[in-house]
């Protein structure tokens, strides 16, 4: 089966001169149609760089994207659904408002911002304003302006950040929906346990490098894993300054 995403010698530096910061090193990663795949790594790994790259939120130093199997082109981000820190809301707007801004320029009918509000569970209160809303009712709105294109990659950087424990495992099984429907899932997130029960495969970055790729076996200890990568990474020095 093709990747939908693979990234090749994925490079990110910050700054110029004597304050370069390499965020990320070198980052391949290989996506599977269909699958959920869960992006770990420490605090300041390179995660969110490197997912705001493959979103066309900042311009790779080197290294391609490609994207269901061609090199990745900004028309792309049509079919790339994504929630990245906080998502983008007119707090001034109800939520259906402002679903229906992003609707309009996608040139999608009113039908659809029902559907994505009924998704995320947040129909009862479509015309209540953004501004209002909890954090996790923001990050549903969020999700829910990610869904309504009908994405072919869903890309959510720790989606579960203000969602109480009921949300979480909604979330978790709504991932696990999309996944099923046919909609590639790539999500960040530090609950060791959620990306277990969730994902088919995993990435490690560690210092900006992929230290660690493969598919989650059933029963495997993901913490174990994750916490050897990170161990042996310390051990070999990590040739990235974090
Ligand atoms: P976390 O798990 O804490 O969210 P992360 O793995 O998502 O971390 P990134 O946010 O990608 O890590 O950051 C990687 C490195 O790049 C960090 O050392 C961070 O300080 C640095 N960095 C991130 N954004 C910028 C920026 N805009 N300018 C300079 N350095 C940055």
Not at 11 to 32: C, F, M, S
């Amino acid at each position: 089966m093709g990747y939908m995403l693979e990234t090749r010698g994925l490079r990110k530096r910050y700054g110029r001169g004597g304050d370069v910061q390499e965020a990320v090193a070198d980052v391949g990663l290989h996506i599977q149609e269909g699958e959920v795949y869960g992006l770990l790594g420490p605090n300041g790994a390179g995660k969110s760089t490197t997912l705001k790259m493959i979103c066309g939120m900042l311009r790779p130093t080197a290294g391609e994207i490609l994207f269901a199997g061609h090199a990745w082109r900004r028309e792309d981000l049509y079919s790339i659904g994504s929630l990245i820190e906080e998502a983008p809301l007119y707090p001034n707007l109800t939520a259906r408002e402002n679903l229906r801004v992003r609707a309009t320029l996608l040139g999608l009918s009113d039908e659809r911002i029902d559907e994505v509000l009924s998704t995320v569970d947040l129909l009862g209160v479509g015309d209540k304003r953004a501004g209002r809303f909890s954090m996790g009712m923001k990050q549903r709105l969020g999700l829910a302006l990610a869904l309504l294109p009908r994405p072919r990659l869903l890309v959510l950087d720790e989606p579960t950040n203000g969602l109480d424990p009921i949300g979480i495992e909604e979330l978790r099984d709504q991932i696990r929906g999309f996944a099923a429907a046919g909609t590639t899932v790539l999500v960040s997130s530090h609950i060791l346990s959620e990306v277990q029960q969730m994902a088919d495969s995993v990435g490690i970055i560690y210092r900006g490098h992929l230290a660690y790729e493969d598919r989650l076996n059933p029963g495997e200890d993901l913490e174990a894993l994750f916490m050897d990568v990170c161990r042996e990474g310390r051990r070999s020095g990590g040739e990235v300054a974090a």
